[in-house]
């Protein structure tokens, strides 16, 4: 079939996630074909270097024939094994034993979803399950942070702390609340790291005791909030906010679904501050993208919690058709071989290319802001650096920026509020940083040239 009947086929009947509609019929989509390492190919033959992993996910790069092979070989041999009337697969029990080896020591029960939405809305229904199981039916109320993206679903995108995420949904529910983010670029207080983490610290104290900590259930945080433009907070912070969450009584849970398998450094951000949280969900990175999978991790008091709770004879009616699925399992064992073997050494080594490549780009005259954390960073995009005022959104400038990156063969994420965000795959190259930053000066110099950009400055 050829590009043009695919496009008007996608503009017929494909809804897209996460975008306007009509704007996207008025456009059309851009259709990718093929990948290989940090590089993807269009239909129209445009290599592009993808500085964003797909969606924060490839971490692996594209291309990775072992990992093709695991998932054909579980194909051939059991494409499906259901986990409901007790029955499992070897790769689901193999990669549910993995997982408790590599992630904090608290985590020891692994449950499995097809993403990360479904992993938070997971944790959110095993919460309520375990305060109704352990005799404490009044803690129903959810914390999180301002900015936060914990996915999609019907109560997840409550926790989701985004106007878009909210807008026609009926969401945030009256039991779910935000304390402020650790956004230190554009904070009035102090913004010292203990300045920052003092705050975050404050506002869940002051939010737990005016909900009354009876009625507080958990606190959800990202470790670099992500899809909210890339805040990075002060190293601790995490650890500061578990302490509190372990003070106040209240389940701490860690939202990894980005962060997690490499992206920040460590295998898990946790594992920076030795963070032991009492669930923690992710996604992503966990198959690279080669498949669907997610899954949310608990301790083993609240796992214990969910087990003495059901009762002799009555099963915890939550689950899907695909928890578990034994193909999305193999190709997750695999991928995290390749963690282990190199990439998340290899990520290690090249992150520092990366940093100090943001960093140079604060010389440029749009660059208020750099930032980063292994290989997940930002830049903001600012008209003033001094006021550090935003350009007016009519000019649509992020989409602008992408566009014309587009042209010069790099993909990144430009979010409506003019930051820049990148999540290059563990596999990049010290040469696939001095491309991307080449193609990403050339593109800020071509848009610092339009007139109507010059004047806004
Ligand atoms: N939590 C976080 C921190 C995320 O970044 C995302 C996705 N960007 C999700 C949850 C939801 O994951 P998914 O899109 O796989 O449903």
């Known amino acids: 079939m050829n590009d043009e009947s695919l496009v008007a086929l996608d503009r017929q009947h494909l809804i897209h996630p996460v975008i306007n509609y009509h704007a996207h019929e008025k456009r059309g989509v851009t259709i990718l074909e093929s990948g290989q390492g940090a590089y993807l190919t269009d239909s129209q033959g445009n290599v592009l270097l993808d500085a964003f992993s797909g969606l924060w996910c490839v971490n692996t790069g594209y291309g990775q024939n072992s990992v093709v092979q695991a998932g054909e070989a579980q194909m051939r041999k059991l494409p499906y094994a259901t986990g409901y009337f007790h029955f499992g697969s070897e790769p689901a029990i193999k990669l549910a034993a993995k997982l408790v080896e590599i992630t904090p020591v608290s985590l020891q029960h ?105 009625n507080v259930a958990a606190f959800f945080c990202e470790p670099v909030i992500g899809s909210g433009g890339v805040i990075v907070p002060p190293k601790g912070w995490l650890k500061a906010l578990q302490n509190c969450c372990n003070e106040l009584g209240i389940l701490f849970v860690v939202d990894e679904v980005i962060t997690g398998f490499g992206r920040t450094g460590t295998m898990f951000a946790c594992d920076a501050e030795d963070v032991t949280p009492d669930l923690m969900t992710m996604a992503k990175g966990l198959t690279a993208g080669y498949a669907p999978m997610g899954a949310v991790m608990m301790s083993d008091a609240v796992y214990q919690g969910l087990a003495d709770g059901c009762g002799p004879d009555a099963p915890v009616g939550h689950g899907y058709t695909y928890s578990a699925h034994p193909v999305s399992a193999a190709i997750a064992l695999e991928v995290i071989r390749l963690y282990e073997e190199g990439l998340l050494a290899n990520g290690q080594a090249v992150a520092r290319h990366f940093e100090a490549g943001l960093m140079a780009m604060l010389d440029h005259p749009l660059v208020g802001d750099a930032r980063s954390r292994g290989l997940l960073g930002a830049l903001e995009l600012v008209a003033n650096k001094n006021s550090k005022a935003r350009f007016d959104p009519a000019l649509k400038l992020s989409e602008r920026i992408a566009t014309a990156a587009y042209k010069n063969g790099l993909i990144f994420r430009a979010f409506t509020d003019n930051v820049l965000g990148f999540a290059p795959a563990l596999c990049y190259t010290k040469e696939d940083f001095d491309i991307l930053f080449e193609r990403l000066k050339r593109t800020l110099d071509e848009v610092l040239e339009q007139p109507d950009v010059r004047l806004a400055l």
């Open 110 to 214: 692994v449950y499995f979803t097809m993403g990360g939405s479904d992993a938070v809305d997971s944790a959110i229904r095993f919460i309520v399950n375990y305060y109704n199981s352990t005799g404490q039916p009044k803690k129903k109320h959810f914390i999180s942070i301002e900015r936060g993206y914990h996915g999609s679903s019907s109560q997840g995108s409550g926790l989701t702390a985004l106007p878009a995420f909210h807008r026609h949904f009926d969401v945030p529910l009256p039991n779910q609340h935000r304390i402020p983010c650790p956004y230190a670029y554009r904070s009035s207080q102090d913004t010292s790291p203990e300045g920052i983490i003092a705050e975050s610290v404050a506002a869940l104290k002051s939010k737990v005791e005016e909900l009354g900590v009876d």
